[in-house]
């Protein structure tokens, strides 16, 4: 059994992973400079995998700069809440080299990134006529998590006191 006081945290709360919510601006920003009706970029680190953040239209793409080179050991995942179209994941590291994935029309986490690397940028651009359903983003493992969002399900660790 794992020490609990060695385990590690599911997810990531360590900064606006969204930035300013602004689709021309921000750190999420999308083809035309607008997300859909309602589906802003907070969407995308919400904690809820159902919200979903939309580019204006269909086919076309979603990207997210981190504020600053985010390092990995291991893996980037995208977690897509919908099964239409296959879209293209590109992964823009430090010294803008890149790897392209294609998704699979089916819900679910997805390997975009292994291997480790300092990660610059991740597009989503989204196949002809569909949509991206882009709803998260786990690095090594961890959900990244808007700063401010509330957590449920936090592990407790329990305390004991011993005298000798």
Do not use: C
């Not at 296959?86 to 590291?93: G, I």
């Not at 300092?118 to 959900?143: C, E, F, H, P």
Request: proline share 4%; hydrophobic share 35%; charged share 10%.
């Amino acid at each position: 059994m794992q020490d609990p006081l060695t385990q590690q945290l599911l997810w990531v709360v360590l900064t606006a992973w969204s930035g300013n919510n602004n689709a021309s601006t921000g750190t999420v920003t999308t083809q035309t400079g607008s997300y859909y009706s309602y589906y802003p970029a907070t969407y995308l680190f919400s904690n809820n995998l159902a919200q979903i953040v939309f580019a204006q239209n269909t086919g076309e793409w979603i990207q997210w700069d981190p504020a600053s080179d985010y390092t990995f050991t291991g893996t980037v995942e995208v977690y897509r809440a919908g099964a239409t179209g296959t879209p293209t994941a590109t992964v823009t590291y430090s010294d803008n080299s890149t790897v392209n994935t294609t998704l699979p029309a089916s819900v679910g986490w997805h390997v975009v990134a292994s291997g480790g690397g300092v990660l610059k940028s991740l597009k989503m651009q989204a196949s002809t006529g569909a949509w991206n359903n882009w709803s998260g983003v786990k690095i090594d493992g961890k959900l990244l998590i808007d700063s401010g969002v509330s957590v449920t399900s936090v592990p407790s660790i329990a305390s004991t006191n011993r005298a000798n």
